[in-house]
């Protein structure tokens, strides 16, 4: 996982390309126990060693981390990132779709195992009226518009930004090299067991938010580019 540092070397280069743009992700669980959204807290991400934005959730994911260290094991988690300030019109319906473009870099970084956008596999149990994202027209002209009533699709829609929020989660395994015994199968095709020795990381998944970012980042810088290579102007 140490290569990820070079990734996360780029994706601040390419938020250079993109001011405009605020990127940030942050915790939302570990060993399925997640957040309450009730008290979320976006100054919170900082203040901890867990990117929390829930100060009581962090305690208690600092004693199950530590449990799952001294008993040699490790835990899952989930990461969640919203990008603000995408301007509509970033992305393409077919060959460069946003979502897709997003999902396979996620999916790229180490221990991540499921990416969704927006709603997610949440949107498979509404009706088509419940999952829609109304629009209506802006309330000043001024502004431009439309004017969204509710983001299930994440900001992404038929592969173009809305000009809404972005918003992604993804689920980090629980590191698989760990001090427990695990049974395995040597090179001979024996039944044997396998151990990591030495120190082991408990929950990959804290040390992948900023990666997250740096990915979501890429894509968007790519995006922007392609954006202006097809359309002309500051790409926005």
Not at 167 to 184: E, G, H, N, Y
Not at 185 to 203: K, L, M, N, Q, Y
Not at 217 to 234: E, S, T
Request: proline share 6%.
């Amino acid at each position: 996982a140490r290569e990820t540092a070079s990734r996360v070397a780029a994706g601040a280069v390419a938020r250079l390309v993109i001011p405009g743009v605020r990127i940030r992700a942050w915790v939302e669980a570990i060993g399925g126990d997640a957040i309450d959204h009730a008290a979320f807290d976006l100054d919170e991400i900082d203040r901890n060693p867990f990117f929390c934005p829930d100060a009581a959730a962090a305690v208690r994911w600092e004693a199950a981390v530590d449990a799952a260290r001294k008993a040699g094991s490790s835990l899952g988690a989930v990461v969640a990132c919203e990008a603000t300030g995408v301007p509509a019109g970033w992305g393409a319906p077919l060959y460069a779709k946003l979502d897709a473009e997003l999902a396979a870099a996620v999916m790229g970084i180490n221990a991540v195992k499921a990416v969704e956008i927006g709603d997610g596999f949440a949107a498979a149990a509404l009706s088509g009226e419940a999952n829609a994202d109304p629009m209506r027209p802006a309330s000043d002209p001024g502004e431009g518009g439309p004017e969204f009533l509710a983001n299930h699709a994440g900001g992404i829609a038929g592969g173009i930004a809305t000009g809404q929020p972005i918003r992604l989660r993804c689920a980090f395994k629980p590191t698989s090299s760990i001090l427990s015994p695990v049974a395995t199968v040597s090179p001979a095709g024996e039944a044997t067991t396998i151990a990591t020795r030495g120190r082991h990381d408990p929950c990959v998944g804290i040390r992948g938010v900023p990666v997250v970012e740096a990915m979501v980042a890429l894509v968007l810088a790519d995006q922007m580019m392609l954006h202006r290579a097809q359309c002309g102007g500051d790409g926005r």
